[in-house]
Structures are given as structure tokens and as C-alpha cells.
């Protein structure tokens, strides 16, 4: 009597998982044909791949997986920027365009973080844990630097006099500026060419020229490769040295490539003040053999405060040959 009860509810069991078994087959096959539909709608949007620029970064994360190397992200969203929907549209961007706009983002999250050049803070206690332990291994706060805004202002901090002075643009020699690079902390790079750019009169700076003396940076290959291309136009170029030359020889390189009547050497971590290129070409117009080494202020490593010594200890210094 009990091996009979053992047998029957030995049956029952197995018609138990059984069913179980068949309810999950039903279910992915309703998810295939899902997922068969939706490819369906893709396949009838129309092919137009272009780069889109978003003002909410989070949206795209929950919608597309990580990309390898540069390919191009394709997917259906409708206007709401979700995936459900009777209305798709196509939306494409680029793995480095997707990077970029996240920092861009970072940028936003503390408004005028070290704007006029003032002492700068992160709030968030992971954020100032990285700060310090960057700080402490190469010297920066890298972490304060993503998060101030690559346009960030600079106090003037000339002589009044030199405020008052005037320069005839029209007459006055262009300027390629070159600025070697290895190694350095993509968010000071970018902003240091922001920085030429936003402070330089268009017609004196014919261009900006990056040699990137063999660095090992990732972020500093096709990452500023794409936003040169996508932010500068023409305006800025990049030279990658094979192997390092050094510094001399990596200048003698971008030398040769630049095009304008003036050359300037800029390093890589610095920020230019309002009508600073003026002065220096006049010089140059003035007597085309001058070399001039303009004064060079101090930004802060641990807080990106702009330290100057005022214009009472203003100098110049020039060199003839």
C-alpha cells in the first residue's frame, strides 16, 4: 500500500514539472516573437546615420550596450527617448561622442565650479577620495579637473595701463600655436585648447597644432581625436610622433608643420588670460628676430585656483638674436 502511494505521488511530481517545463517554453517563444517583431521595425527605418547630441546622457545608458572600439550605436527610440513605443525614429552616436557627452555632464553637476579662476571643491565623498589619491600619484587633482567646465573664466589680472592698450589686428602677424603633450590628463588638454581659442583674436591664430610625444593614455588617442574633429573644425590639428622624441624634438616636429608668420609654444596644463597674444606678436612685428617669454602665473594642482602675483611684480622678458 505505501510503495502504491509512493509510485502515484512520484507521477504527480513529474506531471508537476512537466507543466512547469511547457509554461516556460510558451513564454520565450511569446519573447522570441517580441524580439522577431521589433527587429522587424528596425529593419524599416530609414538608414540615416548622424551624430546626436543629447542633453541627458542617463537616457542613452539604459538603452544601449557598451560599443567595441568606434562603431557607430544604432537604436530605435521614440520621442521620449524610450524604447516602447508605435513611434521609432533612429538615433546613432559615436562610442567617443557617448564618452564626451557624459563629461560634459560631469561638468554641469556643481554650476561655476572654479569659474573667474577661483579655489575649487568636489562635494561628493568618492569623487574627493580619487581627487586626492590622483593628487597624490601624479600630482593633480584630475578628478576636480573633469569637473570644471573646459570654457571656465580667468580674472584679468594685467596692469590697467595694459587694459587700455590697443593693437591694430589687422596689421599684426598670425600665429600657429603648438602645444606638446604626453601623457597629460585629457580634461586639462582640451581645456588648455579651449582656453587659446576663447581668449585668441580669430585672425591672429591661423592654428593650434597637438604633438602627442608617444603617450600611453587611451583617452588621449581616438577619444581627442574625435573631439578635435567634432569641436574645431580645421582650427585645431593632431601630430602623433611615432616614438617620444622629447620635448625640443617634438616642438621641431610641430614646427614643421605649422603654417602661420609666428610660432607659440604653449605646455599642455595652462589657461590663457584675455588679449594675451597681442602683445606678444606686436613684439614680433616690431623685431621679427624676438624671442619673448611671456609671464607665466600658477594654477593650483590640489584646488585649480588661479594664483597670480599682480601687476605691482608684472614683468616681461625678451631675448634678441
Same mark, same amino acid.
Given at each position: 500500500?505505501?510503495?502504491?502511494?509512493?509510485?502515484? %505521488?512520484?507521477?504527480? =511530481?513529474?506531471?508537476?514539472?512537466? @507543466?512547469?517545463?511547457?509554461?516556460?517554453?510558451?513564454?520565450?517563444?511569446?519573447? =522570441?516573437?517580441?524580439?522577431?517583431?521589433?527587429? +522587424?521595425?528596425?529593419?524599416?527605418?530609414?538608414?540615416?546615420?548622424?551624430?546626436?547630441?543629447?542633453?541627458?546622457?542617463?537616457?542613452?545608458?539604459?538603452?544601449?550596450?557598451?560599443?567595441?572600439?568606434?562603431?557607430?550605436?544604432?537604436?530605435?527610440?521614440?520621442?521620449?527617448?524610450?524604447?516602447?513605443?508605435?513611434?521609432?525614429?533612429?538615433? +546613432?552616436?559615436?562610442? $567617443?561622442? &557617448?564618452?564626451?557627452?557624459?563629461?560634459? !555632464? *560631469?561638468?554641469q553637476e556643481i554650476p561655476n565650479l572654479g569659474a573667474n579662476g577661483a579655489i575649487a571643491h568636489l562635494r561628493d565623498p568618492d569623487d574627493i577620495a580619487e581627487g586626492e589619491r590622483q593628487l597624490s600619484k601624479i600630482a593633480l587633482n584630475e578628478e576636480l579637473s573633469n569637473h570644471i567646465s573646459y570654457n571656465r573664466s580667468i580674472p584679468d589680472a594685467r596692469h590697467p595701463a595694459c587694459r587700455k592698450k590697443s593693437y591694430d589686428i589687422s596689421t599684426l602677424p598670425t600665429t600657429s600655436v603648438i602645444i606638446i603633450f604626453f601623457n597629460e590628463p585629457y580634461s586639462v588638454l582640451v581645456r588648455t585648447?579651449?582656453?587659446?581659442?576663447?581668449?585668441?583674436? /580669430?585672425? &591672429?591664430? *591661423? /592654428?593650434?597644432? %597637438?604633438?602627442?610625444?608617444?603617450?600611453?593614455?587611451? /583617452? &588621449?588617442?581616438?577619444?581627442?581625436?574625435? $573631439?578635435?574633429?567634432?569641436?574645431?573644425?580645421?582650427? #585645431?590639428?593632431?601630430?602623433?610622433? !611615432?616614438?617620444? &622624441?622629447?620635448?625640443?624634438?617634438?616642438?621641431?616636429?610641430?614646427?614643421?608643420?605649422?603654417?602661420?608668420?609666428? =610660432? #607659440? @609654444?604653449?605646455?599642455?596644463?595652462?589657461?590663457?588670460?584675455?588679449?594675451?597674444?597681442?602683445?606678444?606678436?606686436?613684439?614680433?612685428? /616690431? *623685431?621679427?628676430?624676438?624671442? %619673448?617669454?611671456?609671464?607665466?602665473?600658477?594654477?593650483?594642482?590640489?584646488?585649480?585656483?588661479?594664483?597670480?602675483?599682480? $601687476?605691482?611684480?608684472?614683468?616681461?622678458?625678451? @631675448?634678441?638674436?
Open positions: 500500500m505505501i510503495s502504491l502511494r509512493r509510485n502515484f %505521488l512520484s507521477k504527480i =511530481l513529474l506531471l508537476v514539472i512537466v @507543466f512547469i517545463l511547457c509554461i516556460f517554453y510558451i513564454r520565450s517563444l511569446n519573447n =522570441l516573437n517580441a524580439i522577431s517583431a521589433d527587429r +522587424t521595425k528596425f529593419l524599416n527605418v530609414p538608414q540615416q546615420q548622424r551624430l546626436v547630441q543629447l542633453d541627458a546622457a542617463d537616457s542613452i545608458d539604459q538603452q544601449i550596450q557598451e560599443p567595441q572600439d568606434n562603431q557607430i550605436i544604432i537604436g530605435l527610440v521614440n520621442e521620449n527617448n524610450k524604447v516602447e513605443g508605435s513611434k521609432y525614429k533612429e538615433k +546613432t552616436i559615436n562610442k $567617443y561622442e &557617448l564618452e564626451i557627452l557624459r563629461d560634459l !555632464k *560631469k561638468q585648447v579651449h582656453s587659446v581659442i576663447n581668449t585668441s583674436p /580669430e585672425r &591672429l591664430l *591661423k /592654428e593650434v597644432i %597637438l604633438v602627442d610625444d608617444g603617450s600611453s593614455n587611451i /583617452e &588621449l588617442k581616438k577619444k581627442l581625436d574625435h $573631439y578635435v574633429k567634432t569641436r574645431f573644425n580645421d582650427k #585645431v590639428k593632431v601630430l602623433r610622433l !611615432k616614438n617620444r &622624441l622629447g620635448l625640443i624634438r617634438a616642438r621641431l616636429a610641430g614646427a614643421r608643420l605649422a603654417k602661420a608668420d609666428v =610660432l #607659440v @609654444f604653449l605646455d599642455a596644463h595652462c589657461e590663457c588670460v584675455v588679449d594675451w597674444l597681442q602683445p606678444l606678436v606686436q613684439r614680433i612685428k /616690431e *623685431k621679427r628676430t624676438s624671442v %619673448l617669454v611671456p609671464i607665466i602665473d600658477v594654477i593650483e594642482a590640489k584646488n585649480f585656483f588661479y594664483s597670480t602675483n599682480g $601687476y605691482e611684480n608684472f614683468q616681461v622678458s625678451l @631675448f634678441y638674436t
